[in-house]
């Protein structure tokens, strides 16, 4: 389940191998499904089901993100694995924010053009900028499976809150396959 800790973002981590194992039954929950209900719109997309202190800093290590992304990435190709004939130019898509995992989903993009524009931002409020010669699935230490393409960027999010003017910097990488 899907839970933010607004009264208590760092408090320590309780029930991590009871989490974890709830997080996988939700990701292997994607096999035999595919939203075909939603193919006729730009894209579908599923954010991650977990607790934000199990993926996000300071409450969180590089095994559990580790183990979460490989969660993510086996959703896909249950999600892939069910795709129809006619929906075989849908691109199925994990996008891993780093390091706060929490923003973190699964995506399916069923028009093409929309697809290949979602990187291309570069406005006042989001920038995104291609990394090269970096990679989160190695930051993190996974074996990524074959099927997979790992792009990344940096995301620049401009922003304010309570009339003051703000800047977060994260890292988003898209897994396709």
Known sequence: MRVKSFNRPKEKLRGIKRRLKAFDKWADSFKGYFPFEHANE????????????????????????????????????????????????????????????????????????YFEQFFIRNNAVLTLTPLVDKSLVKQLNIDLPKSFNETGFQCIINDEWDGESYQTVEEWWSYQL
């Not at 607790?51 to 190709?77: F, I």
């Open 42 to 113: 730009k894209f579908w997309n599923c954010k991650i089901s977990i607790l934000d202190r199990l993926v996000n800093p300071p409450t969180t290590n590089k095994a559990l993100q580790a183990h979460c992304a490989r969660a993510m990435l086996r959703a896909a190709e249950f999600l892939d694995a069910e795709k129809s004939k006619h929906l075989q130019e849908a691109q199925v898509t994990v996008l891993l924010t780093y390091p706060n995992m929490f923003d973190s989903e699964l995506c399916i993009f069923f028009d093409e053009v």
